[in-house]
């Protein structure tokens, strides 16, 4: 399954994405910032760099990645 997810650098995200991988899913990753690029790759996800309070941001990301599940954190 092709998972986005959002806050994929962040804590949470951390421990998610290398359970996901180990799952078969194929994970997309969004991050706020290009310098955390790498480390998504290392966990096994693609990232993307996008803010997920930013609509149009969310609409780019979402149609690039097509994916099955979109899974978003609230901030805060």
Do not use: F, N, Y
């Not at 180990?22 to 955390?36: L, Q």
């Amino acid at each position: 399954m092709k998972i986005l997810l959002a806050g994929a650098s962040g804590a949470l995200g951390k421990q998610l994405v290398p359970r996901l991988v180990a799952d078969g899913h194929e994970v997309v990753g969004i991050t706020r910032t290009e310098s955390k690029l790498g480390m998504l790759r290392e966990l096994g996800a693609t990232g993307v760099v996008a803010d997920v309070l930013d609509p149009d941001q969310v609409a780019r990301v979402v149609a690039e990645a097509e994916p099955e599940v979109i899974a978003l954190r609230h901030p805060g």
